[in-house]
């Protein structure tokens, strides 16, 4: 997935980029041409950092809708010679989606491109996704026999037929094949028989009974040629580099041996796992810190602070992980002196990550240091990061008014619009100018949580577009129940005699 490149908040390029509602406003309000040219930039050039977690489709359709913009741009987009040699859902998916909404919306058009797209696109699974959505019975089985072509006969087309028809996001369209296409309907019958065959027939290396057993297991992968079957005198199955040795594989294998270790660990056993926890191999080390931090073992603090002191950025980047997941008033007043700038730590990994705890699990009397954390985090990277998230939450939890200067700068500048609804919900609770302020912008966020806060906080007095864009939002069958249910209570109650 490349990184996309963010326009200026103030400019309109950037507010349509980053979702905000005053993009939509500006939009509307600028040049029609202009508008148009940088809607197609987004919806062409997905601007987003992670489309998991933040939404743009319905936002950019709806734009497309009040600007009555013809789909050219996507069309060349969706057909040009990239689509030829790359299958990359992230090239093509945020458009597709744009064009099921606008589907929805009744816009011929985008259903007949994504009908043709389906047929013959790199992407046509989420080209058919959008229209087993909006399309109708004939329309789908129509479009039968040029999916079918995708799977050559034989043994190995028919296997890649089953798997996508198990992996189906909406299986409407074929079950509507099946009742015409032989073919479908026996892949559609045989797929869970491969699933539960593959259940059934899974293997690989479990450790040994003891303490020392499953240490030795978690490095499994770390040791080059020998493994824990050396160890544990059992063969073991051949692995590729990359299975034995991927951060993820050992990661995967650290934290199950901390599973297993609760259920082979004696007390006798603690020495060894002290000493595993200091100065032991990579996986073996994080698996016994995990267990003593898992167990709230007395000696987990010092162990953790040691190893996030270490040479080894995975040794770090466990301890620094396991540490966000502890609780309790001996972790918090640990944290405090770590996250304190009197102590000279609070700008390290360490102090960060006892900030961010503090942000989670602290009490009021925490929001100083919290407050310190997010204006320094701020300063050093800028309003991006993991972390960045963690702490704008915890701002809102504690009611840290004097964080409302640093939430509205990221509510302004983050390229993110999930966290840009993180700081408009800490905003809620800290900002006194919230409701006729920034919610205001709110209701015509990309994000559908966004839009549900706003309509419950917004102030329905003062600003003209308030009431207008409320009636606007309950009547689109394209908005969520979450939203239409915000603001049909705010319509309700101001409705006399009620």
Same mark, same amino acid.
């Given at each position: #997935?490349?990184?996309?490149?963010?326009?200026?908040?103030?400019?309109?390029?950037?507010?349509?980029?980053?979702?905000?509602?005053?993009?939509? !406003?500006?939009?509307?309000?600028?040049?029609?041409?202009?508008?148009? %040219?940088?809607?197609?930039?987004?919806?062409?050039?997905?601007?987003?950092?992670?489309?998991?977690?933040?939404?743009?489709?319905?936002?950019?359709?709806? !734009?497309? #809708?009040?600007?009555?913009?013809?789909?050219?741009?996507?069309?060349?987009?969706?057909?040009?010679?990239?689509?030829?040699?790359?299958?990359?859902?992230?090239?093509?998916?945020?458009?597709?989606?744009?064009?099921?909404?606008?589907?929805?919306?009744?816009?011929?058009?985008?259903?007949? #491109?994504?009908?043709?797209?389906?047929?013959?696109?790199?992407?046509? %699974?989420?080209?058919?996704?959008? !229209?087993?959505?909006?399309?109708?019975?004939?329309?789908? /089985?129509?479009?039968?026999?040029?999916?079918?072509?995708?799977?050559? $006969?034989?043994?190995?087309?028919?296997?890649?037929?089953?798997?996508?028809?198990?992996?189906?996001?909406?299986?409407?369209?074929?079950?509507?094949?099946?009742?015409?296409?032989?073919?479908?309907?026996?892949? &559609?019958?045989?797929?869970?028989?491969?699933?539960?065959?593959?259940?059934?027939?899974?293997?690989? @290396?479990?450790?040994?009974?003891?303490?020392?057993?499953?240490?030795?297991?978690?490095?499994?992968?770390?040791?080059?040629?020998?493994?824990?079957?050396?160890?544990?005198?059992?063969?073991?199955?051949?692995?590729?580099?990359?299975?034995?040795?991927?951060?993820?594989?050992?990661?995967?294998?650290?934290?199950?041996?901390?599973?297993?270790?609760?259920?082979?660990?004696?007390?006798?056993?603690?020495? !060894?796992?002290?000493?595993? %926890?200091?100065?032991?191999?990579?996986?073996?080390?994080?698996?016994?810190?995990?267990?003593? @931090?898992?167990?709230?073992?007395?000696?987990?603090?010092?162990?953790?602070?040691?190893?996030?002191?270490? @040479?080894?950025?995975?040794?770090?980047?466990?301890?620094?992980? /396991?540490?966000?997941?502890?609780?309790?008033?001996?972790?918090?007043?640990?944290?405090?002196?770590?996250?304190?700038?009197?102590?000279?730590?609070?700008?390290?990994?360490?102090?960060?990550?006892?900030?961010?705890?503090?942000?989670?699990? *602290?009490?009021?009397?925490?929001?100083?240091?919290?407050?310190?954390?997010?204006?320094?985090?701020?300063?050093?990277?800028?309003?991006?990061?993991?972390?960045?998230?963690? /702490?704008?939450? *915890?701002?809102?939890?504690?009611?840290?008014?004097?964080?409302? $200067?640093?939430?509205?700068?990221?509510?302004?500048?983050?390229?993110?619009?999930?966290?840009?609804?993180?700081?408009?919900?800490? /905003?809620? @609770?800290?900002?006194?100018?919230?409701?006729?302020?920034?919610?205001?912008?709110?209701?015509?966020?990309?994000?559908?949580?966004?839009?549900?806060?706003?309509?419950?906080?917004?102030?329905?007095?003062?600003?003209?577009?308030?009431?207008?864009?409320?009636?606007?939002?309950? &009547?689109? $069958?394209?908005?969520?129940?979450?939203?239409?249910?915000?603001?049909?209570?705010?319509?309700?109650?101001?409705? $006399?005699?009620?």
């Amino acid at each position: #997935m490349f990184e996309p490149v963010i326009a200026p908040s103030a400019s309109l390029l950037g507010l349509l980029q980053r979702g905000r509602g005053d993009g939509q !406003l500006h939009a509307l309000a600028a040049d029609r041409a202009e508008a148009i %040219a940088a809607l197609e930039e987004c919806v062409t050039r997905d601007p987003r950092a992670d489309w998991q977690v933040e939404s743009r489709s319905l936002y950019y359709a709806r !734009l497309y #809708m009040e600007l009555e913009a013809s789909l050219e741009g996507i069309e060349d987009h969706l057909h040009s010679a990239e689509d030829l040699v790359s299958d990359d859902e992230s090239r093509t998916g945020l458009a597709l989606s744009v064009l099921g909404h606008l589907a929805a919306y009744g816009r011929r058009d985008a259903l007949l #491109m994504l009908r043709e797209y389906a047929a013959t696109g790199a992407n046509w %699974a989420w080209a058919l996704d959008e !229209l087993a959505l909006r399309d109708d019975d004939r329309g789908l /089985l129509l479009l039968g026999t040029a999916v079918l072509d995708r799977f050559p $006969p034989g043994p190995e087309g028919d296997a890649e037929l089953r798997d996508f028809i198990r992996n189906a996001y909406e299986p409407r369209p074929w079950r509507l094949w099946a009742a015409y296409h032989p073919r479908v309907a026996a892949a &559609a019958e045989q797929s869970p028989f491969d699933l539960w065959q593959r259940q059934l027939n899974r293997g690989g @290396v479990t450790p040994g009974w003891s303490t020392a057993d499953v240490l030795a297991w978690a490095d499994q992968g770390q040791l080059g040629d020998l493994g824990a079957g050396a160890f544990l005198s059992r063969p073991e199955p051949v692995r590729t580099d990359e299975d034995r040795s991927g951060p993820d594989a050992v990661d995967r294998r650290a934290a199950a041996a901390a599973r297993c270790l609760t259920a082979v660990v004696r007390p006798e056993d603690r020495p !060894l796992l002290l000493e595993a %926890a200091r100065d032991g191999l990579p996986g073996a080390r994080r698996a016994a810190l995990r267990y003593l @931090v898992d167990q709230r073992d007395r000696a987990a603090l010092e162990l953790i602070e040691a190893a996030a002191a270490d @040479v080894d950025d995975r040794i770090v980047r466990a301890a620094l992980e /396991l540490l966000g997941r502890m609780r309790g008033p001996e972790v918090l007043a640990q944290a405090r002196r770590w996250a304190d700038p009197a102590s000279g730590g609070a700008d390290s990994a360490l102090g960060e990550t006892a900030v961010r705890l503090l942000a989670d699990a *602290g009490e009021p009397a925490d929001a100083p240091l919290v407050v310190a954390g997010l204006r320094r985090w701020i300063s050093v990277h800028g309003v991006s990061g993991t972390g960045l998230g963690s /702490l704008v939450d *915890g701002a809102g939890r504690l009611a840290a008014a004097d964080a409302v $200067p640093v939430l509205r700068h990221v509510y302004g500048e983050a390229a993110s619009s999930e966290l840009r609804g993180r700081a408009a919900r800490a /905003l809620a @609770v800290t900002d006194v100018r919230f409701p006729d302020g920034p919610a205001v912008e709110c209701l015509w966020d990309c994000e559908e949580s966004t839009r549900e806060l706003a309509a419950r906080h917004v102030a329905t007095t003062g600003d003209a577009r308030v009431l207008e864009r409320l009636r606007r939002l309950a &009547a689109d $069958p394209a908005e969520e129940a979450e939203v239409h249910a915000a603001v049909r209570g705010r319509l309700t109650a101001r409705e $006399p005699g009620r």
